[in-house]
């Protein structure tokens, strides 16, 4: 299968600090990339879709200007958290679609805000 | 998309079939039945998808009903790598490929 790549696997930041987690399609184009969060024990959770040179549509409940992306090529999309607190701490995921009916997902970022 | 769902775990025996089932009574009929796992600390992993008919593919088979409310995703030979969260999920194909991530089955393998 296709390959996503996210950088970095693990960070940990003070809170009130920014962080930028890049999701990266190796092998193929994705004009439409997907974010996502985990808590632990609990499944995961659409945050934003991506798309390629236009504006993020997030989902209900999570705060745009606080959860920054770009979409600036058919390979790149990143997800920045400004001003990090403890309750950001979570799991990103991202996720990218190659073809109609199968979508990848980047190996997840493990943030830690202290 | 149509809601699915699942059992919160079960157990299963390495070496053999791990048989997990999927409720999806309210299915459309243009929309497929999708399942993902997720082993610990990783990303989610495709397995399988379909829309009417049986599939298999190296990883696993995908049972569907004949009237598509339920499903059934066969792992022919588990191994203690296929422990894992099991995500059954249900979405019309299309290029937008947004998933909601209901909670899952979690499946332990036992030697």
């Known amino acids: 299968g296709a390959v996503v790549s996210q950088h970095p696997s693990w960070v940990i930041c003070k809170s009130g600090t920014s962080v930028k987690i890049e999701c990266r399609s190796l092998?193929?184009?994705?004009?439409?990339m997907f974010w996502y969060r985990q808590f632990p024990k609990q499944s995961l959770m659409l945050m934003a879709t991506?798309?390629?040179?236009?504006?993020?549509?997030?989902e209900q409940g999570v705060e745009k200007d606080k959860f920054l992306i770009n979409h600036a090529s058919l390979t790149l999309s990143t997800l920045t958290v400004t001003s990090a607190h403890p309750e950001d701490s979570s799991f990103y995921i991202c996720?990218?679609?190659?073809?109609?009916?199968?979508?990848?997902f980047g190996q997840g970022t493990r943030l830690t805000v202290v | 998309d149509a809601k699915t769902t699942q059992p919160t775990s079960m157990d299963c025996a390495e070496g053999r079939a791990a048989n997990l089932p999927c409720n999806h009574s309210?299915?459309?009929?243009?929309?497929?039945v999708y399942w993902y796992r997720q082993i610990h600390s990783q990303g989610p992993q495709y397995i399988i998808h379909g829309l009417k008919n049986n599939e298999t593919n190296e990883m696993a088979s995908l049972i569907i009903t004949e009237d598509r409310k339920s499903s059934t995703l066969i792992l022919p030979h588990a191994t203690l790598r296929d422990t894992a969260v099991y995500y059954c999920?249900?979405?019309?194909?299309?290029?937008?490929?947004?998933?909601?991530f209901g909670a899952g089955t979690t499946v332990t393998v036992r030697a």
């Open positions: 092998d193929f184009q994705a004009t439409t």
């Open positions: 991506s798309n390629e040179g236009s504006k993020a549509t997030y």
């Open positions: 999920i249900v979405r019309v194909g299309s290029n937008d490929y947004k998933l909601s």
């Open positions: 996720s990218a679609s190659s073809r109609v009916n199968e979508a990848f």
């Open positions: 309210t299915i459309s009929g243009n929309e497929y």
